[in-house]
């Protein structure tokens, strides 16, 4: 029987085992941003926020991209709205708000998940070990986190909803192709030239294929950081 310290050890094996990986393409990619998130930060939040104990070893670079490119787009910005779709345990949302703090400029951090951000149900997170928490609670650690919007809805039901201005998206809902080519095109419909949107697990060849789609609105760049973890980088074309 699995105790809650044996549990625990499992989450910090795996946090201690994947800090020794080294990401060659992230550090070039931070290089040429001009920026990257302090180490402590990141690590601190992936400890509890970013490492699942799954079939595939844990990755919190996208925290490290989406920092960067953030904080690239917000040179010469003065209020810049982000939507970050499927919150999970909070991790991409943290690091953009992140981000909005270290530029010094206004901003809000809205994140969406079918996940009730009240209820407390497994997250997989060393955070639960000794019982389940509200996302406010595996949050505790970071008090600006508060100033987050967490909403329990759909990538497509936030994007449908309003015509207000989305400056930067994280799109990281629903790993479906299908999902992932209506909610870029909502997108694109909120969006401006030169704004950004960032797609995960684009080594899904039916999730690559429906951002692919969106190449006439965005000019694309892919990040393949590992076999089995690649990105894409979408700027609205003018």
């Known amino acids: 029987m699995t105790t809650t310290v044996d549990l625990a050890a499992e989450y910090l094996a795996a946090f201690e085992l994947e800090l020794t990986n080294e990401y060659p393409l992230v550090d070039e990619?931070?290089?040429?941003?001009?920026?990257?998130?302090?180490?402590?930060?990141?690590?601190?939040?992936?400890?509890?926020?970013?490492?699942?104990?799954?079939?595939?070893?844990?990755?919190?670079?996208?925290?490290?991209?989406?920092?960067?490119l953030a904080r690239n787009y917000m040179q010469g910005q003065i209020d810049v709205s982000i939507l970050d779709i499927g919150t999970a345990k909070g991790f991409s949302a943290l690091c953009l708000l992140w981000a909005l703090r270290d530029a010094d400029i206004i901003g809000k951090v809205t994140s969406v998940d079918v996940i009730d951000p009240i209820a407390r149900v497994r997250r997989n997170t060393l955070a639960e070990v000794n019982g389940l928490k509200t996302l406010a609670e595996t949050?505790?650690?970071?008090?600006?986190?508060?100033?987050?919007?967490?909403?329990?809805?759909?990538?497509?039901?936030e994007l449908s909803d309003g015509r207000s201005r989305i400056h930067i998206c994280f799109i990281d809902g629903k790993h479906s192709g299908k999902v992932v080519a209506v909610e870029g095109y909502l997108l694109s419909q909120r969006?401006?030239?030169?704004?950004?949107?960032?797609?995960?697990?684009?080594?899904?060849?039916?999730?690559?294929?429906?951002?692919?789609?969106?190449?006439?609105?965005?000019?694309?760049?892919r990040l393949q950081i590992l076999p089995n973890r690649a990105y894409a980088i979408g700027v609205r074309r003018g």
């Open 191 to 221: 969006q401006m030239a030169g704004d950004i949107a960032v797609f995960d697990d684009v080594h899904v060849p039916d999730v690559w294929e429906a951002v692919k789609t969106l190449k006439t609105k965005y000019e694309l760049e």
């Open 29 to 68: 990619f931070e290089r040429r941003m001009g920026h990257a998130i302090r180490p402590i930060y990141l690590n601190t939040a992936a400890r509890l926020l970013a490492c699942p104990l799954k079939k595939n070893p844990p990755n919190w670079q996208h925290g490290r991209i989406l920092y960067a």
């Open 139 to 157: 949050l505790a650690p970071w008090p600006e986190a508060s100033s987050i919007t967490f909403k329990q809805r759909t990538g497509g039901d």
